[in-house]
């Protein structure tokens, strides 16, 4: 399989250019942790806060499901001798994580967006559903395929990170988007599962690339929980507001995920967990609260029938 999957990859690359070269890299970087760190606050604090909370959750257990597959599978990448690397990387080759994430991450989203269409008549909503799907499906598949060009994944890898990906997102939207109305309903009224998810995934596995996940996760469980307890924050208002909630809120992200890392420690998995837990609670607490308190954004209206809010389906008017 690897020899066959070195001679696609040396295939693909005779094709080579410097121009493609940057677009690989580009449609690459669609997949990386700096881009989702980047496009979940965007959704969270200016779209929708549901669905960015949605998506926050989706996309870190996926990060922690690949990071599990890879550490079981434990498979290589193609070797430097082979092919021409054009991007480090490190870490198990299969599944593809790029792969996995852009199913999971552009799928759902398709998935929201074609909700949207059918449940909203403004033509604008209408239209955007029309180019939602090949937009999804151009993504899922020129991101793999750039992998592959970049030499850091097999072609089986890239594979097998589709079909995970889609197994997962699939698994989601029937237990949480459609059946999942009674189970929201009912953690409502507990501390939410995101606060104890993240403690049964470093139990059942805790490799490199899976500590930040969780500990993401664990951040913005616990803020989750406080957000809708005490503050409500509503993803709503105007454009103008919508943008300077990103310049307020961008800035710290980024200082805590950079800031943090020069930091010495006595451990650096402590160092690594209380870094990314920071960085999910002001993805989903920190900031909202900054922006409530700063008139950047107001309150929801309290709901007598309120979801829990890590798996939380009320929708804001952002949208």
Excluded: C
């Amino acid at each position: 399989m690897e020899d066959l999957g070195v001679r696609i990859i040396l295939w693909v690359q005779e094709f080579r250019t410097p121009a493609l070269d940057m677009l690989a890299r580009g449609l690459s970087f669609l997949g990386d942790e700096p881009f989702y760190l980047l496009l979940i606050p965007v959704l969270y604090w200016a779209v929708d806060r549901s669905t960015g909370l949605r998506l926050t959750i989706l996309f870190l257990v996926s990060a922690w499901l690949n990071a599990l597959l890879k550490g079981w599978v434990d498979l290589p990448r193609p070797s430097p001798a082979d092919v021409a690397v054009l991007i480090p990387e490190d870490g198990g080759g299969v599944p593809s994580g790029h792969a996995q994430h852009a199913v999971v991450v552009w799928g759902y989203l398709l998935w929201v967006i074609r909700e949207w269409g059918r449940s909203d008549s403004v033509a604008r909503v209408r239209r955007m559903t029309r180019w939602a799907l090949p937009a999804a499906i151009a993504l899922i598949l020129l991101i793999g395929v750039s992998r592959i060009y970049l030499g850091v994944h097999f072609p089986h890898d890239v594979v097998v990170g589709w079909g995970v990906g889609a197994i997962y997102l699939a698994a989601w939207i029937l237990a949480v988007e459609r059946f999942g109305e009674a189970f929201r309903g009912a953690l409502s009224k507990a501390v939410p599962v995101g606060v104890f998810a993240p403690f049964a995934l470093l139990w059942i596995y805790r490799g490199h690339t899976a500590l930040p996940a969780a500990a993401t996760l664990l951040g913005a469980g616990i803020g989750a929980w406080f957000e809708r307890r005490h503050l409500r924050f509503d993803s709503s208002g105007t454009l103008r507001r919508r943008l300077l909630r990103l310049l307020a809120g961008l800035p710290v992200a980024a200082a805590i995920w950079l800031g943090l890392r020069g930091v010495s420690w006595p451990s650096e998995d402590l160092a690594r967990t209380l870094r990314y837990s920071l960085l999910g609670f002001w993805l989903t607490a920190g900031a909202p609260f900054l922006f409530v308190r700063t008139g950047l954004a107001g309150r929801e209206q309290p709901q007598l029938d309120s979801a829990d809010p890590a798996l939380a389906t009320d929708g804001n008017a952002g949208r």
